[in-house]
């Protein structure tokens, strides 16, 4: 049970995770594990029953009574509930379950964003952020999923720039209703959504506002579904909303705090693409060790060409990394919301602020967990050769559906972005991380992590973790002295320093994971050995990311003596870890095939 976070966010790049205070996948309950059940055994029955290719070419205006058919399927289990607190009529999961369960709704393949929407960006607006009476009006209509719900900040004209909206919320001369006018794009769910929540300015504010739209208000227009290149069942629409009445008090939240609204969302999003990503990567492994376990070539199973394998144990250990970071952040959100509860912050407060706490965290793990489930499918598309290309197996269409999480819940390079801005406003605006405490333990961790022969159970492994903090707060430092503010100007700095700290918190998560692991005497031995694997794999990859990131940085804004300096430290910090990659990953590879998939 979720007691006081110990963790605060960002606050891993100084402080040692004590594994006590660390949650593992493998600790779930069997309650938690009973509801993912349900949600996979649900779309192996409703979406996979239809037939791959039937499911290759849903499509939400020709195949909307279909989609919706399965929509009210799977609202009857409770599913569009998740987030919805029991007294509103849902499920009142706590955040990191409602990971588990979005993990496995990515079998759902394009239907997986309809519910995913519904339970996410659609509904917790009015979690979140709603009046008592907006909740009881609201919720539990969305909870039973009798209606659709969805999210509408995206224009024409302000997409990563969303503040620069120019839908307007115009107060009436009786003072009874906002009339808004606007047009919203790419809006999810959005054909067959009866609320919206609509970010808009009212009258000449400069910050935007939110608002809770009712389809029957009147005035709202839907444009046709759009024609997209993948997650082609999911509804996406443009709205319309000319002169549309909204009573006053169905304004969200309070005036002008729309904005900071709309981006602790995404928050909750963006880890969701990391949760449902890393299923559709074991959904990947399990198709792939189907298929190249069957095809011959060569006179033996491709499965047992060291090509194949170097693929299969690099995505299982990239899987690995996301679940053991997913799952960590998602009990870390529990814990600061029961620790929030108990020091007395109201119902709203508590959600709102153990989400904003780990937007650094979030925004790691939306691009990481994005990026490799866009290659998971690049590579099983190359692992079924000729097949992977034909519409008859499915995978080209984990392709092109995986393609949108780079791009949606604000793009990898606004990610990137923010990860650092947030670090930036922690360190040095709030000063909720303690910045002061590097400058005396980065100098002793150099020393002290001199020795890339240390020994001892993953001692070598954790040394590198804490090198790549080390490096990336030495080069974020030597970057921010010399280029001052130009640094936010000098983005492709900005990129590599974002990629230096993922693969920070990335690894780091993964070893953790297995250290927990081996204190304590029941796991299971075998399966500990490759999870082993997969963490030192995972490991010596993100060195290598860190390795080109850290040179590409410091060849940017550096020169002479500094740059040398730095180069040798990128050099002595990260350069000496070896593993044998290739054992390592056919070791993990094999376990994968000989279990038909990602099963410990
Ligand atoms: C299928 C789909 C579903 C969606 N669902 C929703 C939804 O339900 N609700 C909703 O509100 N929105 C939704 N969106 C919108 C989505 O969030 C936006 O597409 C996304 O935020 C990017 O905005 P944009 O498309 O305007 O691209 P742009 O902002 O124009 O970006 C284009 C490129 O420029 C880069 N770029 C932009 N600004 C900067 C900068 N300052 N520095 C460096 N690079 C920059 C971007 O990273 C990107 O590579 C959806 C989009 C799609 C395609």
Not at 136 to 159: D, F, N
Not at 190 to 212: H, P, R
Not at 356 to 382: F, H, M
Not at 568 to 580: A, E, K, P, Q
Request: aromatic residues 8%.
């Amino acid at each position: 049970m979720a007691t006081g976070s110990k963790l605060t966010g960002g606050a891993f790049l100084f402080e040692e995770t004590n594994t006590a205070d660390l949650f593992i996948p493998e600790e779930f309950t069997e309650e938690q594990l009973m509801i993912s059940n349900s949600v996979k055994e649900f779309m192996l029955k409703e979406v996979h029953g239809l037939g791959i290719e039937k499911v290759a070419s849903l499509d939400a205006e020709k195949d909307k009574a279909l989609v919706m058919e399965i929509f009210k399927k799977a609202s009857d289990l409770g599913f569009c509930g998740v987030s919805v607190d029991e007294q509103y009529g849902g499920m009142g999961l706590d955040f990191n379950t409602s990971l588990l369960f979005t993990e496995n709704l990515s079998l759902g393949f394009s239907f997986a964003t309809t519910i995913g929407c519904q339970t996410s960006i659609g509904s917790l607006p009015i979690v979140w952020y709603g009046t008592e009476e907006q909740k009881t009006k609201y919720l539990p209509g969305i909870a039973s999923g009798e209606k659709g719900c969805s999210y509408c900040l995206t224009e024409p004209g302000s997409g990563s720039d969303a503040n620069s909206a120019k839908s307007r919320a115009v107060l009436n001369a009786e003072g009874t209703h906002y009339i808004l006018n606007g047009q919203k794009m790419w809006i999810t769910n959005g054909g067959f959504a009866e609320v919206f929540t609509v970010f808009a300015k009212i009258e000449n504010d400069e910050k935007l506002s939110a608002f809770i739209v009712e389809k029957n208000f009147g005035g709202i227009s839907l444009g046709k579904e759009e024609k997209k290149m993948g997650i082609k069942a999911s509804s996406t629409v443009q709205v319309f909303f000319n002169n549309v009445p909204i009573p006053k008090e169905n304004l969200l939240g309070e005036r002008g705090k729309g904005f900071n609204m709309a981006l602790n969302i995404l928050n909750s999003g963006r880890i969701k693409i990391a949760a449902g990503g890393m299923g559709g990567m074991k959904y990947g492994l399990e198709r792939v060790i189907q298929y190249t376990t069957e095809r011959i070539q060569f006179g033996k199973p491709i499965a047992e060409f060291g090509a194949m394998k170097l693929k299969v144990g690099t995505i299982a250990s990239t899987a690995f990394a996301i679940e053991s970071g997913v799952y960590r952040v998602g009990a870390e959100v529990d814990k600061k919301h029961a620790e929030l509860l108990k020091a007395g912050s109201g119902g709203n407060d508590a959600k709102i602020n153990s989400m904003r706490e780990y937007a650094i965290e979030c925004a790691i793990l939306k691009v990481i967990g994005s990026e490799a489930v866009c290659n998971t499918a690049d590579e099983a598309i190359q692992m079924f050769g000729g097949m992977g290309y034909s519409q008859e197996t499915g995978v080209e269409m984990a392709y092109r559906d995986a393609r949108i999480t780079k791009i949606y819940e604000g793009t990898n390079e606004i990610n990137r972005m923010l990860s650092l801005a947030e670090f930036y406003k922690r360190a040095f605006a709030t000063k909720e991380l303690k910045i002061s405490k590097a400058g005396k333990t980065v100098p002793l961790a150099i020393l002290q992590n001199f020795n890339p022969f240390k020994s001892g159970s993953l001692a070598r492994e954790f040394m590198f973790v804490n090198n790549l903090k080390s490096l990336f707060l030495i080069i974020t430092g030597a970057a921010g002295a010399k280029l001052k503010e130009k640094l936010v100007d000098q983005q492709e700095i900005v990129m590599n320093l974002a990629d230096i700290l993922a693969m920070a918190f990335m690894a780091e998560s993964a070893l953790l994971r297995v250290k927990k692991l081996s204190e304590n005497p029941t796991t299971d031995k075998a399966a500990l050995a490759i999870k082993t694997k997969m963490a030192q794999v995972y490991l010596y990859d993100a060195l290598d990311t860190a390795r080109k990131a850290a040179n590409n940085a410091i060849d940017s804004f550096s020169g002479g003596l500094t740059k040398w300096l730095l180069k040798r430290l990128v050099r002595t910090l990260l350069g000496t870890y070896s593993i044998n990659p290739m054992n390592l990953r056919r070791e993990v590879a094999d376990h994968i095939a000989d279990k038909k998939g990602y099963y410990f």
